[in-house]
């Protein structure tokens, strides 16, 4: 072999060597971009499911807000009614007198 046929030769072999690590980088590069949808997905997916958990955590805030509120108004409403009846015993008790 003369210095020209061994120059081709190597620069055959390089060449089928830059190929093959050509279809290896493709390869890897597919396989991350895949990677990639699929975390893509998934993060959609958990903003979702965050949006969905702060619209509940607003709806059970706003009822518990809510039955805070029948509570007070029931309690005061007692308040109310037992002020009025130690009025009105007082209204008695001077009437009497």
């Not at 699929?38 to 969905?52: F, G, M, N």
Request: charged residues 35%.
């Amino acid at each position: 072999m003369d210095a020209n046929e061994k120059i081709l030769s190597l620069f055959s072999t390089r060449v089928r060597q830059m190929i093959l690590q050509y279809i290896e980088t493709k390869k890897e590069n597919d396989n991350l971009y895949a990677m990639v949808d699929e975390r893509d997905l998934r993060i959609k997916q958990l903003e979702s499911q965050l949006a969905q958990a702060e619209r509940n955590y607003n709806s059970l805030k706003m009822a518990k807000m809510i039955e805070i509120t029948d509570g007070d108004m029931e309690e005061a409403s007692k308040r109310v009614s037992k002020l009025i009846r130690e009025v009105n015993k007082c209204i008695t008790l001077l009437s009497e007198k």
